[in-house]
């Protein structure tokens, strides 16, 4: 028997990868150690409670830019991008075991140079730094941060994504549900039709618009501003979120998230900023915040959510000039 665990079950580590010179970043040395900073207190807050693996062009060189390295490895491997959440392993369960997947990842549908990134999890595998724990390749497309698990069965995630054809070629859904069941064990997918946020490259990752907490509850970004170009979208979302139930059938309880301002970088183009790319770790809740008006607000939420879990915010607006987000830049692994 397989099932994908939920990021808030027991995690053996979290893998993260750090910008250097060769990627999008490197604009020049001032802008790639500002973007280096984020990446900095996120490993921080990771390594509070739990391992983290920092994947690295120079471990020495970004070893010495930390206070303490306590709880943090430095791996020296080649990579195109810092986005791990979507080409790190899928940690899955079978019959109790751990078992690692190897998804093929092609640059979020061909948009990007990917094929360092998708070697990363076999060359970390050949190294040993993820012990005895069995590694298998998987011929098929799958980004993590398209799919949420409940940890019993269940995942959450968009049609605009996986049923895309740059995606596996635009495969079903009952295709792709296929694939979810044979290789992490799905027993039902709750699928969005709606909801995506302007500057994202994934297609509408569900780590970008609605979150599992726990089994009955999912945390999802709302828009109250009718100007805005996601007003009407979101609201599509939010009536599809109000029909699921969970195994029980009762209906979820659902938490509002709300939407950041608009973000723009210096061209003028709108920011993927969103506060449901947050990362549950073993002893800590760690979350975007924008300089925006509502990230003390989300703070008070995660807290009444998570009270035995330290609530962390880290500033993501650099993250975010890059598509990316705080979840986006993380993988947990499964103790």
Not at 214 to 238: A, G, Q, R, S
Not at 241 to 256: C, M, R, S, V
Request: hydrophobic share 35%; net charge negative; aromatic share 10%.
């Amino acid at each position: 028997m397989k099932v994908l665990p939920a990021e808030w079950e027991k995690q053996l580590c979290v893998l993260m990868s750090f910008p250097h010179e060769e990627t999008d970043w490197a604009e020049g040395d001032a802008d790639l150690n500002e973007a280096l900073s984020p990446f900095i207190r996120i490993a921080q807050a990771i390594a509070y409670g739990q391992a983290v693996y920092i994947i690295c062009k120079d471990k020495e060189k970004i070893a010495s830019m930390f206070c303490s390295t306590r709880n943090m490895t430095f791996i020296e491997l080649p990579t195109n991008d810092t986005w791990i959440r979507d080409y790190g392993y899928i940690s899955i369960k079978e019959n109790d075991e751990n078992r690692l997947l190897d998804f093929t990842f092609d640059g979020w549908g061909g948009k990007f140079e990917a094929t360092l990134d998708n070697s990363v999890n076999s060359a970390l595998h050949k190294k040993g730094y993820m012990g005895t724990t069995p590694l298998e390749k998987i011929d098929f497309v799958l980004e993590g941060g398209a799919i949420e698990s409940d940890g019993a069965g269940t995942i959450l995630t968009t049609s605009t994504c996986l049923c895309n054809p740059n995606r596996n070629g635009g495969l079903s859904r009952i295709q792709v549900e296929e694939k979810l069941k044979s290789t992490l064990g799905t027993e039902r997918i709750l699928w969005l039709n709606h909801g995506y946020l302007a500057g994202d490259d994934t297609d509408s990752h569900i780590d970008t618009l609605a979150r599992f907490v726990n089994k009955e509850e999912i945390v999802y970004v709302t828009c109250e501003e009718k100007e805005d170009e996601h007003y009407e979208t979101l609201k599509k979302m939010e009536a599809e979120l109000k029909t699921f139930k969970t195994k029980e059938g009762k209906p979820y309880n659902l938490i509002q998230l709300p939407m950041c301002e608009a973000k723009y970088n210096e061209e003028g183009q709108r920011l993927p900023a969103t506060y449901a790319n947050f990362l549950i770790c073993n002893d800590a809740l760690i979350y975007p915040t924008y300089n925006d008006k509502n990230d003390v607000k989300v703070g008070e939420i995660f807290k009444d959510l998570f009270p035995e879990k330290e609530i962390i915010p880290v500033n993501c607006l650099k993250l975010i000039e890059q598509g990316g987000s705080l979840h986006c830049s993380t993988m947990q692994v499964v103790k």
